[in-house]
């Protein structure tokens, strides 16, 4: 089936001054567009993919985007949320010399955001007076005090999580839809050959993790990707010389797999 559909204009040959497209407002880059020629394209489609193309292109027309802007730009001013993840990367002490002098800086250029202003997007200007911020970090350096006292004052409660352990370890292995178990079942399948934990083999996975992160730096769920991948190297390696199978990983199958490497200090401190 042949259908004709419009395409957009592009704004990339155009001569733009002072930054280009990027720093440009919403309504000047879509006033050009409308501006451009419109250009139409016949294509041979099957009839799905005819009938995909005419719904969106109706869908298009039904929507305005005016009202669509100006209902996200109120909901992410009423009911907005912003996570400040690894803030702790941004505590140093005062008065240091190095990459630390501007670590101070970057707190005093969040605090107008989390205060409350008005920031500029390509969609028109967003105050943030009511959006909730939530800010994370480790720690292990530095601590919340550090911080300058005004970006303190902005988060008035604070709570403090505990480390992962061996039970939150195990769901994570087993509860997610996209588990690193179903994962690795995933990537043993495109070669033809099946992959089964069983429950003693994950918890083992979760007790081995849990006691290195005791025992060396706690990087948290992070550890259970490197004890994985060192318990599967071998197989993954051979895999695809091997050929079909079923591989059952059980609490003496991990446990054969890390022995020699547990054991050893050195070894731990760069494969684990």
């Known amino acids: 089936m ?22 440009m407002d919403y309504n000047f880059a879509e006033m050009l567009q409308e501006m451009l020629p419109k ?7 099957s009839v ?23 209902e996200a730009l109120e909901r992410a001013e009423e009911t907005g949320i912003i996570f400040l993840d690894e803030i702790d990367k941004i505590v140093g ?12 800086g970057v707190q005093r250029d969040l605090l107008p955001v989390v205060e409350g202003t008005n920031v500029q997007t390509k969609y028109g200007l967003v105050r943030t007076d009511h959006i909730l911020f939530i800010a ?27 480390s992962l352990g061996e039970e939150d370890f195990v769901r994570i292995l087993t509860e997610p839809k996209n588990a690193l178990l179903e994962q690795y079942r995933a990537l043993l399948a495109t070669e033809g050959a099946t992959l089964q934990f069983t429950e003693d083999g994950v918890r083992e996975l979760a007790r081995i993790a849990t006691r290195l992160n005791e025992r060396m730096e706690n990087i948290g769920a992070r550890r259970l990707q490197t004890v994985l991948s060192t318990v599967l190297e071998n197989v ?3 895999l695809p010389e091997e050929g079909q199978g079923t ?26």
């Open 2 to 23: 042949e259908v004709e559909v419009d395409q957009t204009p592009s704004l990339e040959g155009m001569m733009i001054p002072m930054g280009g497209f990027e720093g």
């Open 39 to 45: 250009r139409k394209k016949r294509r041979v489609v």
């Open 48 to 70: 799905a993919e005819a009938r995909r193309i005419l719904i969106q292109e109706e869908l298009d027309r039904l929507v305005d985007m005016d009202d669509v802007i100006a």
């Open 93 to 104: 002490e005062r008065g240091g010399v190095g990459p630390d002098v501007s670590r101070e």
């Open 136 to 162: 994370a970090g480790a720690f292990h350096v530095s601590k919340p005090s550090d911080l300058i006292p005004e970006l303190q004052g902005r988060f008035p409660i604070r709570v403090e999580l505990h």
């Open 236 to 238: 993954l390696f051979q």
């Open 247 to 272: 591989l059952v990983v059980d609490r003496e199958f991990v446990q054969s797999r890390l022995a020699s490497i547990l054991e050893d200090e050195d070894l731990q401190r760069y494969i684990l």
